[in-house]
């Protein structure tokens, strides 16, 4: 019995023994290739830092875009930064926390609708209105999440579709404060005279904005605690309990920050478009939502930029395909887009990069 | 440390426990043996607030175990690993090791979500945690690698590693050795002791290798159809008549 002891203690240290060089060795890994080359060593850093060198010319080349675009194009890249905050949201909800919601149409157009009523009732400064309608939706998202807590899979998903199928009579039947069916017409910000900028663009970057500030929240979080704590949820409820994480305190949140997202892009929706109405926020709005983070990619960080540009031109471009069948178009490329890439066109692009990596080192 | 008293559990007609009761000092290694079926893992179900007990009671440090939400038994000091392993499969070891010390942080989801300077701070300390247990554990090489795919012992020791992250005053292992080969599980055990002895942990362990029991554990208690049968040292429970006929039956 005591030699089981000794010889397993001493594979253990063994075993510790052989971590050690392993560490040491790591950081040497990264620098490899040709040492003293600078040109190797930057092109090495350059490829084991894609992520954020990626991030920032993407940045760059978001802020240049309005410069060389027509208004109307301006105008479509701002809608996809609306939709992305939206998917954001959705994201956190369905892909990290593992939840499910057919009604996030409802949360956007609450934010909308708030965002409008303080412009229109109250003339309140407009920026002011963000933090107020993501407030409204985070406190509707919270009630809704109770719900959550203790319904799964298609139960849930048939309680949150009801919310996004009364809204809009709701939103009918009160005509007094939200207008009716013919809506709130309001004027769009106007960009302040220092900035130069044109009507479009002003709005352009607004969205930029807050499209970035929340893709700080949402990355953040996801990086902390909290977001492993929702990963945990996700993927073993039991576990995750028995590691002293509080599912209910867990789920009603990620639906109230989920719904704090949409909320948030509904508002600036509202800046956008100068417009809301009971029809600009049907069912199918929620189900298009859900459609495009399945296809961005549930659970990666690019996923709903991608889907934002999914739920922009995919819709309008199956209406110039056939002005007939719009539906069957898209329903179509859906199909296609799940079929080339399961994990959505972010694991798809993971892929490519990973590729393109690959490639580069070998070199 | 722990005391269970006439722990019941019954699913409908079904007696999953009767009447068992034990006891567990501080610093024991404690084996939990019987047949399949004998309501080994619906004790530790119990312990952690996953099942309710229809009677009985136990206590844990003096207090009432039975009266904690199932979410604050880690924050106790109780931590447990599961007979099919209860990994996050999508979740890489490192953060798989992470969320067994959720309850040592404190960030909530907008000082997270600000990545306030706390935050920050919390964070590197549990990584810096996280990350000298995977190398006590031999896992450092795999940190980064989801769980999912990962080979069945090296998964064994990410669970351990998980519930050691919780810093655990009593760690229930259910069936840790179970799938390993005699290598491994002569590796584990010793890892197992080592750990034990620095961490100073209490250990209540579910196993059916009686090599591994044998080795590793103080104390042994043996059930049977959801009741206690035997209790001693391993060697006596070993030879205790009613225990060979449990795993054995009786002779024709």
């Known amino acids: 019995m005591s030699e089981t002891a000794n010889t397993a203690n001493t594979a253990s240290t063994a075993n510790e023994a052989a971590a050690e060089p392993a560490e040491v060795q790591a950081p040497g890994r990264d620098a490899s290739g040709e040492p003293g080359s600078w040109g190797a060593r930057l092109r090495d850093a350059a490829v084991e830092r894609w992520r954020p060198i990626a991030l920032a010319a993407l940045l760059l080349a978001a802020c240049y875009a309005p410069f060389q675009l027509v208004p109307f194009r301006v105008f479509q890249l701002t809608m996809v930064l609306v939709y992305a905050v939206a998917l954001l949201g959705l994201n956190l909800l369905v892909g990290h926390a593992g939840q499910i919601s057919l009604g996030h149409g409802a949360f956007f157009a609450v934010g909308a609708y708030a965002a409008a009523l303080m412009l229109d009732r109250w003339d309140v400064p407009y920026l002011l209105t963000l933090p107020v309608a993501a407030a409204v939706a985070f406190v509707l998202g919270l009630g809704l999440g109770v719900p959550a807590v203790r319904l799964h899979g298609l139960y849930l998903a048939l309680v949150t579709l009801s919310i996004a199928v009364f809204l809009v009579p709701l939103l009918k039947r009160f005509e007094s404060v939200t207008g009716g069916s013919m809506g709130l017409t309001l004027t769009k910000p106007a960009p302040p005279a220092w900035t130069g900028l044109a009507e479009d663009q002003w709005l352009y970057f607004l969205a930029l904005a807050v499209a970035v500030a929340a893709f700080l929240l949402a990355r953040n979080l996801l990086r902390s605690r909290v977001g492993r704590a929702l990963h945990a949820v996700r993927d073993n409820e039991a576990a995750a309990e028995v590691m002293g994480v509080r599912l209910p305190f867990y789920k009603t949140l990620a639906f109230a920050w989920s719904a704090m997202f949409a909320g948030a892009a509904g508002c600036v929706y509202t800046w956008v478009i100068g417009f809301v109405s009971p029809d600009s926020f049907p069912v199918t709005l929620s189900i298009t939502l859900l459609a495009g983070i399945v296809v961005g990619g549930l659970g990666s960080l690019s996923g709903p930029l991608l889907g934002g540009l999914f739920v922009m031109f995919v819709p309008s471009w199956s209406q110039d395909i056939n002005k007939a069948a719009p539906g069957v178009i898209f329903g179509l490329l859906i199909i296609a887009v799940m079929y080339v890439a399961p994990t959505g066109l972010a694991g798809l692009a993971g892929r490519a990069a990973g590729r393109i990596r690959r490639t580069l080192r070998r070199e | ?252």
Do not use: W
């Open chain 2, 1 to 252: 440390m722990l005391e269970v008293r006439d722990l019941t559990v019954r699913f409908g007609g079904i007696t999953a426990l009767d009447g068992v009761g034990f006891e567990v000092r501080h610093g024991e290694t404690v084996g939990l043996i019987g047949p399949n079926g004998a309501g080994k893992t619906t004790l530790f179900n119990c312990l952690t607030r996953r099942y309710r007990a229809d009677a009985g009671t136990v206590r844990y440090q003096g207090a009432d175990l039975l009266a904690v939400p199932p979410h604050a038994v880690a924050a106790l000091g109780i931590a447990r690993t599961f007979q099919n392993l209860g990994l996050f499969p999508r979740l890489s070891v490192r953060d798989n090791v992470l969320v067994g010390a959720h309850h040592h942080g404190r960030a909530g989801f907008l000082s997270a979500g600000m990545r306030l300077p706390g935050v920050r701070r919390e964070e590197e300390r549990l990584r810096a945690e996280a990350d000298g247990l995977l190398r006590r554990l031999d896992l450092a090489h795999v940190a980064g690698h989801p769980a999912a795919g990962l080979p069945f012992g090296t998964l064994k020791r990410v669970e351990l590693a998980r519930a050691l992250a919780a810093r655990p005053r009593l760690l229930l292992l259910d069936e840790p050795v179970n799938g390993l080969n005699s290598a491994e599980v002569a590796e584990f055990a010793g890892t197992l002791r080592a750990v034990r002895d620095d961490f100073e942990v209490t250990v209540v362990v579910v196993e059916h290798h009686m090599g591994f029991v044998m080795g590793t554990c103080d104390r042994v208690v043996c059930l049977d159809f959801g009741r206690k049968i035997a209790e001693g040292s391993p060697a006596e429970v070993q030879q205790n008549p009613a225990v060979v006929e449990a795993y054995l039956g009786t002779p024709a």
